[in-house]
């Protein structure tokens, strides 16, 4: 017999033995088992696999062997006995909280009561099981009902050598099964565990985890998912760095107790630390001195990258929340939501040391930026598309605005752009008009040169982003060449489309949901909406009018996306009714954004 045979059946003769001094425990522990299920029924795989990973694991396997059992078996540390006596008795772990481990309650293998009527365990060359029955004929009790199923090991045997730790479970009637697909998200803040694959009846998954200091990257078959860390003090932040991890992400971010809760905060990130989670582990406690203290270092280490125009996550957090929430409605929340608390603390930190940089009243031009700031500034603060986003952070952030008549004591206006000079020559107009305040000459001369401006014909179109310049010839059928002919994106996509044996109309001006209709070069009936975007990984959005035409044409209902200007331009037709599309309910507009929308999307033409 093994040396964790004998600690195995020596600890159910033991717990047989405490059952006769004190058979109501037991019972109690039953009811206790019955709350459990209630609380924990859709954590178990999180659970497990927040348990493989303290175990040291590198390899998870989650396979469905039908008829309501699967199979949870990891590479990890085998079972000892004090492990197993951790199993069997409640709140009794191995591991420690503030250590290296994650949890620590020694409640993830005991979720498993949520949904199992049996669990055979197999480690270190010896077998036992969980079962009710086998358990209520151990303590010579009359039914299964005052016997707690993760008490008493049973039917004790030697084994085959396994790799790990595996357990084989049969669901309760009232279960589900074997646990489906698993949130990539639940792979982020592990520290050993580098590969998840599940099988069930209808879908396969692979998740490979690759993770170094300041870097996790998450794969799933061809898609690839990459965030950057921040850390300070007892809090880890991941940034989504692409289109793919900011879809998982979700714009108004999520809270983690290492494992995803079901949090906001309120920021397109995920934040997670050793916060106190209720009894459920679905939410974070907020009142808890810990839960506060991580979200305090998280809004630290968010605005030292929000000052430091030189760290690599700068540029790339400043067009997150840009993109992200109005974190004014978060920061009015009536209750003291995880969200709340990030978002205040980063007003508190933002505002305690600015940045060296400035909000702009006005939109700026990358050439423009540089003169400005030449210590750095996020070059998507200044964008257009940018200005009512920026607008609403300089109030949460407090950021300083420029005071145009101070820079043009400083600057040279000849080094500035000509469309921030046409823009503060308006801005200047504007200031003499309302304020009856007499212009420096360099003012002046700036609104001299508007005026002067404003009679040429070629003016930039400042909702599209399109020059207006002479017409092409007709023969050419680039999406460019469309471009340069019209000023809205309807009408370019409407004349590219058609001169590929599409035949639309506009109908952009009758108010009915979309802005295209007629038929696709094989006759059949559409209605397209069109959207602009500056890049495929940016979010546009779709109103409930517009959302629910969509639903009630799947399939003769399109998005034609015009993506960028000039040469580079592309065209790219999306069916928005596909269930496997990313979109969020977007509360402030009510509208619906789509978020990793060009893996679904497909190009048009030769643009």
């Not at 303290?54 to 079972?79: C, H, I, M, Y």
């Amino acid at each position: 017999m093994t040396g964790l045979m004998e600690a195995v059946a020596a600890l159910q003769d033991t717990l047989v033995r405490e059952h006769v001094q004190a058979p109501g425990l037991f019972r109690e522990i039953a009811r206790m088992e019955e709350l459990l299920a209630d609380t924990y029924r859709d954590r178990v795989p999180y659970e497990l696999l927040q348990n493989s990973d303290d175990a040291g694991s590198t390899s998870v396997v989650v396979e469905d062997l039908q008829e309501g059992r699967f199979r949870w078996s990891n590479d990890g540390r085998p079972l000892d006995a004090a492990d197993v006596e951790g199993l069997c008795r409640s709140a009794n772990s191995t591991k420690s909280r503030g250590g290296d481990s994650i949890g620590y309650r020694g409640i993830g293998f005991k979720s498993l009561a949520a949904i199992a009527s049996r669990i055979e365990v197999r480690s270190a060359g010896v077998r036992f099981a969980f079962d009710r029955t086998a358990a209520a004929a151990l303590l010579g009790e009359p039914g299964e009902n005052a016997v707690p199923l993760i008490r008493i090991p049973a039917e004790v045997h030697t084994d085959a050598s396994v790799d790990g730790v595996a357990f084989t479970v049969m669901c309760r009637p009232d279960a589900t099964g074997a646990p489906g697909v698993i949130d990539p998200l639940s792979a982020l803040f592990l520290r050993n565990v580098t590969r998840i694959r599940t099988s069930t009846a209808t879908a396969d998954q692979e998740i490979l985890i690759e993770r170094d200091a300041s870097r996790v990257v998450l794969r799933l078959g061809g898609d690839e998912a990459a965030f950057g860390l921040l850390r300070h003090g007892v809090a880890t932040v991941a940034v989504p760095l692409d289109a793919r991890a900011l879809a998982m992400t979700g714009v108004r971010g999520r809270l983690a107790c290492f494992l995803p809760l079901q949090d906001e905060v309120g920021l397109p990130v995920v934040i997670s630390g050793d916060l106190l989670t209720d009894p459920s582990r679905t939410h974070a406690v907020t009142a808890d001195e810990s839960t506060r203290r991580v979200l305090a270092d998280a809004a630290r280490a968010i605005a030292e990258r929000l000052r430091s125009p030189g760290d690599p996550a700068f540029e790339r957090l400043w067009q997150l929340v840009l993109d992200g929430e109005d974190l004014r409605s978060v920061m009015v929340s009536a209750t003291a939501s995880a969200g709340k608390l990030l978002v205040t603390s980063l007003r508190e930190e933002m505002t305690a040391r600015r940045p060296s940089f400035a909000h702009s009243p006005l939109p700026l031009e990358p050439q423009d930026v540089v003169v400005l700031f030449p210590g750095g500034a996020p070059s998507a603060l200044y964008e257009p598309r940018h200005q009512a986003a920026a607008r609403a952070l300089k109030a949460v952030l407090g950021l300083r605005s420029i005071d145009f008549a101070a820079v043009l004591a400083g600057v040279d206006p000849a080094v500035l752009s000509d469309a921030l000079r046409s823009r503060l020559g308006e801005y200047f107009k504007e200031v003499a008009r309302t304020h009856g305040r007499k212009l420096t000459e360099a003012e002046s001369r700036l609104v001299h040169e508007s005026a002067s401006r404003e009679e040429t014909p070629a003016v930039p179109d400042p909702a599209e982003g399109i020059r207006v310049t002479k017409a092409a010839p007709r023969s050419s059928s680039s999406l460019a060449s469309v471009l340069t002919r019209w000023r809205t994106a309807e009408l370019a996509a409407k004349e590219y489309l058609n001169q590929i044996g599409w035949a639309l109309r506009d109908v952009s001006g009758q108010n009915v949901g979309y802005d295209l209709e007629g038929a696709d070069p094989q006759g059949k009936p559409v209605r397209i909406e069109v959207k602009k975007v500056d890049r495929p990984d940016a979010r546009f959005a779709m109103t409930n009018n517009e959302m629910s035409l969509m639903l009630m044409e799947p399939g003769g209902y399109l998005l034609a996306i015009v993506v960028g200007d000039g040469r580079h331009a592309r065209l790219m037709l999306l069916d928005p009714s596909r269930d496997d599309l990313p979109k969020e309910r977007v509360c402030r507009r009510w509208d619906w954004e789509f978020t990793d929308w060009s893996r679904f999307a497909e190009t048009v033409g030769n643009t």
